[in-house]
């Protein structure tokens, strides 16, 4: 059974660091791009950010530029979001999920998501 | 900045079929654009209904289908159920450009 599992959210103070965790089972991760996608409570689902299989490539949302940072660790089939200078508006729920399977340049630009995790709540207040 | 478009509300009658679509402010979708759709229920996290605009998962319910429909992505439900009240997202990939969510639509099953 495909399963992706968030973990490190938590409260944290503005301008402080978090980083996320997503542990995959499942499925072969290194085959696959990942991506966090989040929600502010009550609004919609916005994406975060995506890298491809061994880590080469990695894009972020405009409003992440120089405050998250994306990785993984394919020997640990865990993927992480390293966030800095936090700011009461990232507030949400962070989804980790996986997207399409890296076929290198043919998958550069096709985004998607098809296993899910259940999230974790990042909480920024003083 | 690409807005993505959806209905922000839409009923539908129990055994009823309706169909949510989703458009691009960058003109018509297609299949470049890898249109997805995603179910939402209060409290939970989403789940993906149809990928790369018409392909169905193991765990979608065969009511559900997408398509292409004048210019946008769709998605019908045909024979509605009343576990289908939910939330319903589209999301689109722009070549050169960040991908984007809609603003979803709440299906309401009455």
Not at chain 1, 67 to 72: L, Q, V, W
Not at chain 1, 100 to 110: E, T
Request: net charge neutral; aromatic share 10%.
């Amino acid at each position: 059974e495909m399963q992706l599992v968030e973990s490190g959210g938590t409260l944290v103070q503005p301008e402080g660091s978090l980083r996320l965790s997503c542990v995959a089972s499942g499925f072969t991760f290194n085959n696959y791009w990942m991506d966090w996608v989040r929600q502010v409570p009550g609004k919609g689902l916005a994406w975060v950010a995506r890298i491809n299989g061994d880590a080469s490539l990695r894009s972020t949302v405009d409003f992440a530029e120089g405050r998250f940072t994306i990785s993984r660790d394919n020997a640990k089939n865990t993927m992480y979001l390293q966030m800095n200078r936090l700011r009461a508006e990232d507030t949400a729920v962070y989804y980790c999920s996986r997207g399409p399977m890296d076929r290198g340049v043919a998958s550069y630009h096709h985004y998607g998501m098809d296993v899910w995790g259940q999230g974790t709540t990042v909480t920024v207040s003083s | 900045q690409t807005v993505v478009t959806q209905e922000p509300s839409l009923t539908v009658s129990p055994g009823g079929t309706v169909t949510l679509t989703c458009g691009s402010s960058t003109g018509p979708v297609t299949n470049d654009h890898y249109p997805y759709w995603f179910q939402q229920k209060p409290g939970q996290a989403p789940k993906t209904l149809i990928s790369d605009t018409t392909n169905r998962h193991s765990w979608t319910p065969v009511r559900f289908s997408g398509s292409l429909l004048g210019g946008k992505a769709a998605l019908t439900l045909s024979g509605a159920q009343p576990e289908d009240e939910a939330d319903y997202y589209c999301f689109l990939s722009y070549r050169g450009a960040r991908p984007e969510f809609g603003g979803g639509t709440k299906l309401t099953v009455l």
